[in-house]
Each structure stands twice: as C-alpha cells, then as structure tokens.
C-alpha cells in the first residue's frame, strides 16, 4: 500500500521537471 502511493506521486514530480525544460 505504501509503495502504491509513492509510485503515483513519484510520476507526477517527473513529469513536471520535463515540463519546465
């Protein structure tokens, strides 16, 4: 369950980085 949660979190934090650049 906890990984479940960080996975999603985790894929929207990288997908903002490639948007700044």
Sequence with gaps: ???GEV???R???V???P???
């Design 1 to 3: 369950k906890e990984t």
């Design 7 to 9: 996975v999603l979190v």
């Design 15 to 17: 997908n903002e980085v």
């Design 19 to 21: 948007s700044y650049a």
């Design 11 to 13: 894929p929207l934090e």
